[in-house]
C-alpha cells in the first residue's frame, strides 16, 4: 500500500495567522474541500468533554470546520454517542447540557448537536462487519450511519485502557451506541446490582428475549441463559443497576474499536482531525484532568485514520516529558512515552488491526505547512 498523506502544522503564530487560521489552512492543504458537501449531512465526531475535565477541544476549532462545510453547501451537526458509565453523558438531555455547558452552542459553533444514539442511547443502527474478527454486527449511533459524510475532530491523549484516544478510538469506541460500547469493553453479559434496582421495569420491557423477571421485592434479575449481551437494558435503566460482568483484555478492546471503526467509515467518505495539545495521561471521559506529559505539539489531518494516529503517536513519543507530570514519575521501560504511561496497554494493536482491515496504513508521508 502506497504512503498516505498526513499534513501537520505546528502552534506557532503571528499577528497574520493565529491557530484559527492555521487550521483551516490545514484542513485546506489536506484536501477537505475535495469531498463534495453540496446538501450533504455532515457528522463531525467530537468529544464534548465530561464537566470538570478542561483538556477537550476548545468549541472555537470546530466552529472553523463547521464554517467551512457550510460555504461548501453542507449540512453539518456536532454529534457524540452517549455513555457507558455513570457520568454526565450517559443519556442525551444530560449529554446536551455537558456540551453546551463546555461551550459547545448552535451560537459558538454555528450548527446543532445531535446525540448520535438518542435519549437512552438505545437508537442505533446495526452494521454488518463481514470482515470482523470480534464482532459480526456493530451497533453505531444511528445519526451518525444517517450522515452521508463524516469528519473526525480527535484529541490526541494517553487513555488507560487503549494506550492513546486518537481517530480510532474516537471514531470506533465514541461512535458505538451503548449497547455497542458495552459489546467493545465487555466479553460477558449484564448483571443486576440489586441495591440499586427500584422495580421500575423498564429493562424488561426493552429485552426481546425475555431474559428479565421479577422476585417479590420487585428486584430485577437476568437469565443468563436466556440473555444474549446485547446491552439495551444497560441503555434504559436510569438507576446505573445494571452493567457488565467483565471487562476485555485491553489487546481484544484494541481490535474491536478498529473494527468498529471500520463499520462507521468503510462506506462512507470521510476526512479526520487530530490536535496533539494538553495531551493528559487519561481519557478526557474522567471529570478532571491530570497535568499534560508532554508538550504541545501540533494540529495534524488525513484521509487516513491509520495513518493520522500513527504520525500523532510518533511525533507525539519525539517530546521531552514533562517534569512533575505524571509520566516523569513512571518507570521508563519502553522507548514509548504511551506504554510507559500506561504499561498495560499496547496502542499498536489497534493500529496493526485496522490496517488489516484495510481501513488505512501505518506507512505515511508527513507534510508540514
Not at 132 to 145: D, H, N, P, T, W
Not at 260 to 278: C, E, G, L, N, W
Amino acid at each position: 500500500m502506497e504512503k498516505s498523506k498526513v499534513y501537520f502544522t505546528n502552534l506557532r503564530t503571528n499577528g497574520n495567522m493565529n491557530l484559527l487560521n492555521k487550521l483551516e489552512r490545514l484542513v485546506k492543504k489536506a484536501g477537505i474541500e475535495s469531498l463534495n458537501f453540496k446538501d450533504k449531512f455532515t457528522a463531525i465526531k467530537i468529544h464534548f468533554g465530561e464537566p470538570g475535565n478542561l483538556a477537550y477541544l476548545r468549541p472555537n476549532y470546530s466552529k472553523v470546520i463547521v464554517d467551512l462545510i457550510k460555504e461548501n453547501g453542507g449540512k453539518v451537526f456536532l454529534t457524540d454517542c452517549n455513555t457507558l458509565y455513570v457520568g454526565r453523558r450517559k443519556n442525551a438531555l444530560d449529554h446536551l447540557d455537558a456540551a453546551y455547558e463546555n461551550g459547545y452552542t448552535p451560537f459558538s459553533t454555528g450548527c446543532h448537536v445531535i446525540i448520535a444514539d438518542g435519549l437512552k442511547g438505545t437508537d442505533e443502527t446495526l452494521v454488518t462487519i463481514s470482515c470482523g474478527e470480534y464482532v459480526k454486527e456493530a451497533k453505531i449511533g444511528r445519526a451518525i450511519m444517517d450522515s452521508d459524510i463524516f469528519i473526525s475532530m480527535n484529541h490526541f491523549k494517553g487513555h488507560e485502557a487503549t494506550g492513546f484516544g486518537g481517530a480510532l478510538k474516537n471514531i470506533g469506541m465514541g461512535c458505538g451506541s451503548r449497547a455497542g460500547k458495552m459489546e467493545m469493553h465487555s466479553n460477558g453479559k449484564p448483571e443486576v446490582d440489586i441495591d440499586k434496582c427500584v422495580g421500575c421495569s423498564a429493562c424488561a420491557k426493552i429485552c426481546a428475549h425475555s431474559a428479565i423477571s421479577f422476585d417479590e421485592s420487585r428486584k430485577s434479575h437476568i437469565n443468563q441463559n436466556k440473555c444474549v449481551g446485547c446491552g439495551r437494558c444497560i441503555g434504559v435503566c436510569n438507576f446505573d443497576a445494571i452493567a457488565p460482568t467483565s471487562y476485555e483484555a485491553n489487546d481484544i478492546l484494541n481490535k474491536k474499536i478498529a473494527e468498529y471503526s471500520y463499520a462507521v467509515i468503510h462506506d462512507k467518505p470521510h476526512f479526520h482531525i487530530s490536535f496533539v495539545i494538553d495531551v493528559s495521561p487519561n481519557c478526557d471521559c474522567h471529570s478532571e484532568n491530570d497535568a499534560a506529559i508532554i508538550p504541545n505539539v501540533g494540529m495534524f489531518a488525513s484521509f487516513d485514520p491509520v495513518a493520522l494516529d500513527k504520525a500523532c503517536a510518533d511525533m507525539a513519543n519525539k517530546q521531552t516529558v514533562i517534569n512533575e507530570s505524571f509520566l516523569a514519575k513512571q518507570p521508563h521501560i519502553h522507548n514509548d512515552h504511551f506504554k510507559n504511561t500506561h504499561p498495560d496497554t499496547n496502542w499498536e494493536v489497534c493500529l496493526e488491526h485496522a490496517e488489516k482491515l484495510g481501513i488505512g496504513t501505518q506507512n505515511y508521508e508527513l507534510i508540514e505547512i
